[in-house]
């Protein structure tokens, strides 16, 4: 890292003396520094992910973190489901389970799957398909 804190250091340098100056050859070894830098900096970030990457125990999880990393997108924070009912809002997971649970098992028992017959699921299917 201190490696590449010197170099633009000196890029700021060439900055301000091809700023101030109508010389062409400085403003042109300017833009060339700028474009040698950039390569560096871009092939040390590169040596630096492919570090990490290697280094980690899960490499795959290592890739998307870095790719994440580079794009400047992160991670949404890992919002809690809630449920607002009458008696209020419920946040605790358990309960939110025990919720649903129940109110499907009531729903089940709800519905009279016993008194559907075969010869009439064929007739609907004949319906659909005819």
């Known amino acids: 890292m201190k490696d590449i804190q010197i170099p633009c250091k000196n890029k700021k340098y060439f900055y301000i003396t091809s700023r101030d100056t109508n010389d062409p050859r400085e403003k042109d ?3 060339k520094y700028c474009a040698v830098l950039r390569r560096i900096i871009k092939e040390a ?13 899960n490499q795959i999880k290592a890739k998307w973190n870095t790719i994440r990393e580079n794009t ?11 449920i607002k009912l009458e008696t209020g809002i419920i946040v605790n997971g358990k309960i939110l389970a025990y919720i649903f649970n129940d109110y499907f098992s009531k729903t089940i028992k709800n519905l009279n799957i016993n008194n559907i017959e075969q010869t009439m699921a064929i007739k609907l299917l004949k319906k659909i398909l005819a």
């Open 72 to 82: 400047g997108k992160t991670k949404k924070p890992n919002k809690n489901p809630e």
């Open 29 to 31: 070894y300017y833009e």
């Open 45 to 57: 970030k590169r040596l630096h992910c492919n570090n990490l990457i290697k280094r980690s125990a």
